[in-house]
């Protein structure tokens, strides 16, 4: 934190107009170590035993928080999460979306689900920041200054603040769903004797390895679980696929290829740099691999690792 200029009220919090973010992104910082780095891309690769994977993280991935501790304190960025150093976070989330792995994580005090963009809008992973247990001490909102329903495709909510948008580090995130509390003042939130509102609680996740439906719920703590599914915050449940966790669109595919068993694993990389482009199992006896710029790239598949070549050096070049 002492390479970053204060910036506002707390070292980590920023509210100076002339707030540049190329600012927390220098050279030198890291997110993740190379130790770190390796481990992920290996993890990626190896599938033994795993038709579907996740990641865990202490904070979030970006700053989905407009507000801090009260209704007045609104921040421009907010250094108390893993938003930062902007690089770094792109390399991580790249890995993760190589394996179409679901990031879940906590820390943020506020519920939110958000699909993490990297070059572009929603072309990362679905990501669920789990609500704080107790929140009577220090809320924080979802509350865009405009109020404006975020760009991009329409998405089928009851909240009116989702959509594409750049958190105060300017990377890009699609709000799904968020569980505000519903006073801005923590004195009036921990006195209402209704305590649902206090958008505090718990979440749960459910996989469905056959299908690859992943579905976020979001509890309030003193929810009544009677109600069933409508107990859960406005928002919740989240529905979606595993394949959704990486959005890329395919500017080509290579030829079909016959998989050395079924269900294999397949591994794309490409062939120059050795860069891992994705590292999934497949479905079914064949595969038609997606590629999403033009290189040279080469193919490999097996049982639970992709020990196999089944196309090398092969150049694409769409138009």
């Not at 890009?172 to 003042?185: C, D, G, R, S, V």
Request: net charge positive; proline share 6%.
């Amino acid at each position: 934190m002492g390479n970053i200029p204060k910036m506002g009220p707390r070292n980590d919090h920023i509210n100076d107009p002339a707030y540049d973010r190329a600012a927390v992104d220098l050279p030198g910082l890291k997110f993740l170590g190379q130790r770190q780095l390796k481990f992920l891309d290996a993890w990626a690769r190896d599938w033994s035993g795993d038709v579907m994977k996740v990641a865990l993280s202490q904070t979030a991935f970006c700053g989905a928080v407009h507000m801090h501790g009260g209704g007045k304190s609104r921040l421009l960025a907010d250094l108390d999460c893993n938003g930062w150093p902007q690089s770094g976070r792109n390399r991580a989330l790249t890995l993760l979306r190589a394996a179409r792995a679901t990031h879940l994580c906590g820390d943020q005090h506020l519920a939110v689900v958000v699909k993490h963009g990297i070059e572009g809008y929603r072309d990362g992973p679905m990501a669920f920041t789990s609500p704080a247990l107790v929140n009577t001490i220090y809320g924080r909102w979802w509350w865009p200054k405009d109020e404006k329903t975020g760009g991009g495709d329409a998405i089928n909510s009851s909240l009116p603040w989702v959509g594409d948008y750049e958190d105060g580090l300017g990377n890009k995130i699609t709000m799904f769903a968020y569980a505000n509390p519903e006073h801005l003042n923590m004195k009036t939130l921990r006195e209402d004797s209704s305590r649902e509102n206090r958008g505090d609680g718990y979440g749960i996740v459910r996989f469905n390895k056959k299908t690859g439906e992943t579905v976020f719920e979001c509890w309030p703590r003193f929810s009544d679980m009677n109600r069933g599914k409508s107990g859960q915050f406005l928002g919740w449940p989240i529905r979606f696929n595993v394949t959704e966790n990486d959005g890329r669109n395919a500017v080509a595919h290579l030829k079909p290829v016959s998989l050395p068993v079924p269900n294999a694993v397949v591994e794309l990389t490409d062939t120059k740099t050795g860069e891992l482009i994705y590292c999934y199992r497949a479905k079914g006896e064949t595969f038609k691999a997606p590629v999403y710029k033009n290189g040279n790239y080469t193919l490999k598949a097996g049982k639970d690792k992709p020990t196999q070549v089944l196309l090398e050096n092969v150049p694409v070049t769409a138009k």
